[in-house]
């Protein structure tokens, strides 16, 4: 029993951002653990890319988070399809690496509608469905461990990846009674083939001098955790903002 654990067979999971960095990982791991997966995302390309190197049962829908009309579009078909899936990963997320002071707010309000009110609005409507299906469900919010603490020219994203992390705890709250479990994983400073190129630079290296454990985390070690959240293992955790950042919160000031 202990080796089935983590086994996703029967369940279908949404994971938004399919198309690149930590949602291209997490639609490969959630597969592979025997999910049905729903790759969605701007780039139809990039899904499509994906879509071949996954072995198990998939499909691509598309989806723009800052888009109320893309997201009621993205669950009727899924509600055509399968009723409702049973996990959402809410990965979908962007970044502005301006100064405050150099901030606009056009800038602003696309970094906060997508990585939190598009976070909402997915859950929103993904909680709907499993209510009007009288079904549990597990949401999984990517958060950042800039949620929990600051880092230079970074204002948006760290106000953003907060909001998400006191929307996480919120949603726990209210849906624990239904049966829809809500936590989020704060990811630290993780090797990605978006930013490999960056943590390659001077400025790059400096980021990864400041971690404990001396160097940046792999995609692959998500996997234990990402996989507990949505599978069965983490029935009694709701709530739940699991940093995984190889010690930086715990930095001393």
Do not use: C
């Not at 701007?42 to 879509?51: K, S």
């Not at 290296?205 to 293992?233: F, H, T, V, W």
Request: proline share 3%.
């Amino acid at each position: 029993m202990t080796n089935n654990i983590f086994d996703l067979t029967g369940k279908v999971a949404l994971i938004t951002g399919a198309s690149s960095g930590l949602g291209r990982h997490f639609s490969k791991t959630l597969s592979e653990a025997g999910a049905t997966v729903i790759l969605s995302a701007r780039r139809m390309d990039n899904l499509v890319a994906l879509q071949k190197e996954i072995k198990g049962k998939s499909f691509i829908l598309p989806l723009d988070v800052t888009s109320p009309e893309s997201v009621d579009n993205l669950f009727q078909d899924i509600k055509i399809e399968f009723g409702s899936a049973d996990i959402l990963v809410n990965n979908a997320g962007v970044n502005d690496t301006r100064k405050f002071k150099d901030l606009d707010e056009k800038s602003w309000n696309y970094v906060l509608e997508t990585n939190l009110n598009g976070a909402y609005r997915v859950a929103k409507t993904f909680t709907d469905l499993l209510l009007e299906e009288k079904k549990p469900g597990s949401i999984i919010n990517i958060a950042s461990i800039l949620g929990i603490r600051v880092g230079l020219n970074l204002t948006s994203y760290a106000a953003a990846k907060a909001g998400l992390i006191q929307l996480t705890k919120s949603m726990a709250l209210e849906l624990a009674r239904s049966k829809i479990r809500v936590n989020a994983i704060a990811p630290g400073y993780i090797l990605t083939g978006i930013n490999d190129d960056f943590f390659e630079t001077k400025e790059g290296q400096g980021y990864i001098k400041s971690i404990p454990m001396n160097r940046l985390g792999l995609e692959s070690e998500l996997d234990g955790l990402l996989l507990l959240l949505a599978s069965d293992a983490s029935s009694f955790m709701t709530g739940s903002i699991i940093p995984v950042d190889g010690g930086h919160l715990v930095n001393p000031l």
